[in-house]
Structure formats: structure tokens, C-alpha cells
């Protein structure tokens, strides 16, 4: 299940390289956005879909449709909620 949102982009996150041992390594970047009314969000884009951000030029400041995941996933006895952007445009 996805959500589309609209958002305004506050800030691109650094590339960040998660090393993995049992599987490829994987890249990402946290960025931060803001609904009209006013809540935020830390979305990741990772992998294949980085090149999304660079195809559709989007940069801090631009208003954007987010098609959003909500994945979770477990990690021993830890449990985490993952927040992933499944696709991205500007409007």
C-alpha cells in the first residue's frame, strides 16, 4: 500500500552508503518534507530510485507529489518502521 502526498522539499539529505555483510550494500539520502499543513517527514529514497532526484532535477525548496511506503522490518529484537519514496516529481 502507497500514499501520494504533496510536499514541499526542505532539505536533501547526504548520500550515505549502509554496508551490509549478507547482502549488497545499500545507498540512500533522507529528505525532509512539509505538507501544506505543516507536518514533516523524513522519507528515504535509495538505490535505484536516487537517479529519480537527479532525472527530475528536484531540489530544497521544490513542491513535489511523493508516492510514499510504509515498510517495516525487524533487526534481532528491534523493530523499525521505514518510510520510503516509491516515486517522486515536482509539480
Not at 525548496?61 to 511523493?66: L, R
Amino acid at each position: 500500500m502507497s500514499l501520494l502526498i504533496k510536499a514541499q522539499v526542505k532539505e536533501i539529505g547526504d548520500l550515505v552508503q549502509v554496508r551490509r555483510t549478507s547482502k549488497q550494500d545499500m545507498y540512500k539520502i533522507v529528505l525532509t518534507l512539509e505538507t501544506s499543513d505543516g507536518q514533516v517527514l523524513f522519507p528515504e529514497i535509495r538505490n535505484n530510485n536516487l537517479k529519480i532526484l537527479e532525472r527530475e532535477g528536484i531540489n530544497e525548496g521544490d513542491i513535489v507529489e511523493a508516492t510514499i511506503l510504509f515498510q517495516g522490518s525487524v533487526k534481532g529484537e528491534n523493530k523499525y518502521n521505514n518510510i520510503l519514496i516509491n516515486t517522486i516529481k515536482k509539480v
